[in-house]
């Protein structure tokens, strides 16, 4: 056994510490499909002392080391290297404290988000992040990676909704900042340098979050659209109408929408007919008597205007879940497509359009076979695209057609769910290279010994 997992052993013991055989499958790969290699050592701290300790040993020795969350994520950035030892946080979970005056909720960072979410409805609030993920990644991995998710148009990525983070620099110094204001100019707001930095500056170990007031009434509406142009129409009309309620403005081609029905045991179509586009739409208010004849109004009027096809409110929570289940689709729908580019790219909703015009022949004419399922959230400028032919040897051709037409149209290779190993290649189409020199700067000032998930993101 070598020094440094002996020097592990002997500080935290063999429940904290999985070696061999002990080490299971599921600290070797995450959702983006890579397979790693099996880390030469599990470490689970149950503190941030613990985090800090774990990490001075390792720095001594200048020793790998990757970062586990709830490994949900689709870039690879959480699954292990060679000879890399992995720190997880999943023995880090719970609720330290909500703060109702203030709005705050405090959790360790291995607390899966949908105990974050359950937490703060216990306790009459609102906790507005939300992914087809929730129940397994955790809220360090949604900070490390800046998630997005169905209500950024109203609520923002999770760098709006985190007010201060605790964090363990790869030395082991521990910087904690746990902020519970929305003002606070004093200094540098450090929490921005971790948040979206995808575990290559600091292990997140606490989190807190902004709370919001419930809301007492969410309408929800499938809708069947005729084209993009009238989709982005709609998209205006609900802004122009309904204002900052709009929470979700949900887009799903015909490709995707079909395939889910086709594909997922519970995902069924409220429409008979085929149409090109259906847009998910969820709006929030406080008075379900009057918000519901107003959302409804709005919505006859783009069906009268010929933006909407064919429109199905939902009447009850079931029956909103239910259009929400084809919108979740996406993870069978990805588990049954073989070797697939799963990209989350956005372009400036200006472009889209064309940008799409653009994209499809593009890859039609590369690969004639090939298929695509695309949805996204549009309202925040991002699209999934997934495209694959089914055969592994062509994923590099399709992200590099992808990826370039996303530096002609000044878009984002990344969108949400960053960087990690997958698009590292591709991050020069969307920053610069002064961008790229100042990031290494950054890393090397916080982690000169690059022991920090190396060879991610840069
Ligand atoms: C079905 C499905 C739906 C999804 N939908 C969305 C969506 O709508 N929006 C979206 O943004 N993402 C989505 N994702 C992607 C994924 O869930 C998010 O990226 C999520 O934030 C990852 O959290 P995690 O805990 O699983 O992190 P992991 O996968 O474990 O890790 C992700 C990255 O963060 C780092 N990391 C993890 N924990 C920490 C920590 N405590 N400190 C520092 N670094 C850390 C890891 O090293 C890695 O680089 C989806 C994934 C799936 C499978």
Same mark, same amino acid.
């Given at each position: 056994?070598?020094?440094?997992?002996?020097?592990?052993?002997?500080?935290?013991?063999?429940?904290?510490?999985?070696?061999?055989?002990?080490?299971?499958?599921?600290?070797?790969?995450?959702?983006?499909?890579?397979?790693?290699?099996? @880390?030469?050592?599990?470490?689970?701290p149950?503190?941030t002392?613990?985090v800090s300790?774990v990490l001075?040993?390792?720095?001594?020795?200048?020793?790998?080391v990757v970062i586990q969350g709830?490994?949900?994520?689709?870039?690879?950035?959480? +699954?292990?290297?060679?000879?890399?030892?992995?720190i997880s946080l999943?023995?880090m979970?719970?609720?330290?404290?909500? %703060? =109702?005056?203030?709005?705050?909720?405090?959790?360790?960072a291995g607390?899966?988000?949908?105990?974050?979410?359950?937490?703060?409805?216990?306790?009459?609030?609102?906790? @507005?992040?939300?992914?087809?993920? !929730?129940?397994?990644?955790?809220?360090g991995?949604?900070v490390a990676?800046?998630?997005?998710?169905? /209500? +950024?148009? !109203?609520?923002? @990525?999770?760098?709006?909704?985190?007010?201060?983070l605790e964090t363990v620099l790869p030395?082991g110094?521990i910087i904690?900042?746990?902020?519970?204001?929305?003002?606070?100019?004093?200094?540098?707001?450090?929490?921005?340098?971790f948040?979206?930095s995808?575990g290559t500056l600091g292990i997140v170990t606490k989190? +807190?979050? !902004?709370?919001?007031?419930?809301?007492?009434?969410?309408?929800?509406?499938?809708?069947?659209?005729?084209? #993009?142009?009238?989709? &982005?129409?709609? &998209?205006?009309?609900?802004?122009?109408?309904?204002?900052?309620? *709009?929470?979700?403005?949900?887009?799903?081609?015909?490709?995707? #929408?079909?395939?889910?029905?086709?594909? *997922?045991?519970?995902? /069924?179509?409220?429409?008979?007919?085929?149409?090109? #586009?259906?847009?998910?739409?969820?709006? /929030?208010?406080? %008075?379900?008597?009057?918000?519901?004849?107003?959302?409804?109004?709005?919505? #006859?009027?783009?069906?009268?205007?010929?933006?909407?096809? %064919?429109?199905?409110?939902?009447?009850?929570? =079931?029956?909103?879940?239910?259009?929400?289940?084809?919108?979740?689709?996406?993870?069978?729908?990805?588990?049954?497509?073989?070797?697939?580019?799963?990209?989350?790219?956005?372009? @400036?909703?200006?472009?889209?359009?064309?940008?799409?015009?653009?994209?499809?022949?593009? &890859?039609?004419?590369?690969?004639?076979?090939?298929?695509?399922?695309?949805?996204?959230?549009?309202?925040?400028?991002?699209? $999934?695209?997934?495209?694959?032919?089914?055969?592994?040897?062509?994923?590099?051709?399709?992200?590099?057609?992808?990826?370039?037409?996303?530096?002609?149209? =000044?878009?984002?290779?990344?969108?949400? $769910?960053?960087?990690? +190993?997958?698009?590292? =290649?591709?991050?020069?189409?969307? !920053?610069?290279?002064?961008?790229?020199?100042?990031?290494?700067?950054?890393?090397?000032?916080? %982690?000169?010994?690059?022991?920090l998930n /190396?060879?991610?993101? &840069?």
């Amino acid at each position: 056994m070598s020094n440094i997992i002996d020097q592990l052993m002997q500080a935290f013991g063999d429940k904290s510490v999985l070696t061999g055989s002990s080490i299971g499958d599921k600290y070797k790969k995450d959702w983006s499909g890579v397979d790693g290699r099996l @880390p030469i050592a599990v470490v689970r701290p149950t503190s941030t002392e613990e985090v800090s300790q774990v990490l001075s040993f390792c720095s001594e020795q200048s020793q790998a080391v990757v970062i586990q969350g709830g490994m949900t994520g689709i870039s690879a950035g959480a +699954v292990p290297q060679e000879q890399e030892i992995a720190i997880s946080l999943e023995r880090m979970n719970g609720i330290i404290e909500i %703060d =109702k005056e203030s709005m705050t909720l405090t959790a360790l960072a291995g607390t899966p988000l949908q105990v974050i979410q359950e937490a703060a409805e216990d306790a009459d609030m609102y906790f @507005p992040l939300d992914m087809g993920s !929730r129940g397994t990644c955790t809220i360090g991995g949604n900070v490390a990676t800046n998630a997005g998710g169905n /209500q +950024v148009i !109203r609520y923002g @990525p999770v760098r709006a909704l985190t007010l201060g983070l605790e964090t363990v620099l790869p030395d082991g110094t521990i910087i904690s900042s746990l902020n519970k204001m929305l003002k606070n100019n004093a200094g540098f707001d450090l929490k921005h340098l971790f948040i979206g930095s995808e575990g290559t500056l600091g292990i997140v170990t606490k989190v +807190v979050v !902004r709370l919001y007031p419930k809301s007492n009434a969410t309408q929800t509406a499938l809708c069947a659209l005729p084209d #993009f142009p009238s989709v &982005l129409k709609l &998209l205006q009309q609900c802004y122009g109408s309904l204002g900052d309620g *709009v929470t979700s403005f949900e887009v799903m081609w015909a490709n995707y #929408f079909d395939e889910v029905i086709d594909t *997922v045991e519970q995902a /069924q179509s409220p429409f008979k007919q085929y149409h090109h #586009f259906y847009a998910l739409i969820e709006y /929030q208010g406080q %008075d379900q008597e009057q918000d519901a004849e107003k959302f409804a109004a709005v919505l #006859f009027d783009a069906m009268e205007n010929g933006m909407i096809a %064919d429109a199905v409110l939902a009447q009850s929570l =079931k029956e909103a879940d239910s259009f929400w289940v084809i919108r979740d689709g996406i993870g069978e729908l990805l588990s049954v497509m073989g070797h697939v580019v799963n990209t989350d790219i956005s372009v @400036p909703i200006s472009s889209m359009q064309s940008f799409m015009d653009a994209l499809e022949p593009a &890859l039609y004419k590369a690969f004639p076979d090939i298929k695509l399922r695309i949805f996204g959230h549009i309202g925040d400028s991002n699209l $999934h695209v997934c495209a694959g032919t089914g055969l592994e040897k062509d994923l590099d051709a399709i992200s590099a057609i992808i990826m370039g037409l996303i530096g002609d149209y =000044k878009g984002s290779v990344s969108a949400e $769910h960053g960087i990690g +190993v997958l698009k590292k =290649k591709y991050l020069h189409h969307s !920053r610069t290279a002064e961008e790229m020199a100042l990031m290494a700067t950054l890393k090397q000032a916080l %982690d000169p010994k690059g022991i920090l998930n /190396q060879g991610r993101v &840069l």
